[in-house]
């Protein structure tokens, strides 16, 4: 990737909402989901891999920093949703099947696409939307943390 092009992102996600960070996740995972169908058409076993693991690495973290208590009812839903998808997931390498992919990404647009209305709303309503941990919280759970490329 161009140095130039690395920084304009890395400016980008530096200086983002947290719902637009919470948006931009959700479009990764679904961009990564469709990057292990591909590689399953093409026969590329490593490629899968990756793209599924950095999906898995990306549910894991909305997951881990899920706020329920702030998040209300969808916090509830989406503290089932987030570990039945990761649940799903091992099963595209486990059998090389698009299917768990498919299934996860219907699934994830939509709240890809609720959390960039939200984004776009400005900061005051991605705040009021909840379902982000504020900051200096800790995760229920530890996790590593998620790079994510672009």
Not at 79 to 99: G, S
Not at 100 to 122: C, F, H, N, S, T
Not at 124 to 149: F, L, V, Y
Request: no cysteine; glycine share 6%; charged share 25%.
């Amino acid at each position: 990737m161009d140095q130039n092009v690395a920084k304009y992102l890395n400016q980008q996600i530096m200086t983002a909402s947290p719902a637009k960070l919470v948006y931009l996740l959700y479009d990764k995972a679904i961009s990564s989901l469709r990057e292990a169908i591909a590689a399953i058409e093409k026969g590329e076993i490593e490629a899968r891999w990756k793209a599924n693991a950095r999906a898995m690495d990306i549910l894991q973290h909305l997951w881990s920093t899920l706020d329920v208590e702030r998040g209300g009812e969808i916090g509830e839903q989406l503290n089932q949703l987030l570990p039945f998808m990761m649940l799903r997931l091992p099963d595209v390498d486990i059998r090389n099947d698009p299917k768990p992919a498919e299934e996860v990404i219907q699934v994830l647009e939509p709240l890809r696409d609720a959390w960039r209305e939200i984004a776009m709303k400005g900061p005051a309503a991605g705040a009021a939307a909840g379902g982000t941990r504020p900051s200096g919280q800790q995760p229920h759970m530890p996790t590593e943390r998620t790079i994510i490329s672009a």
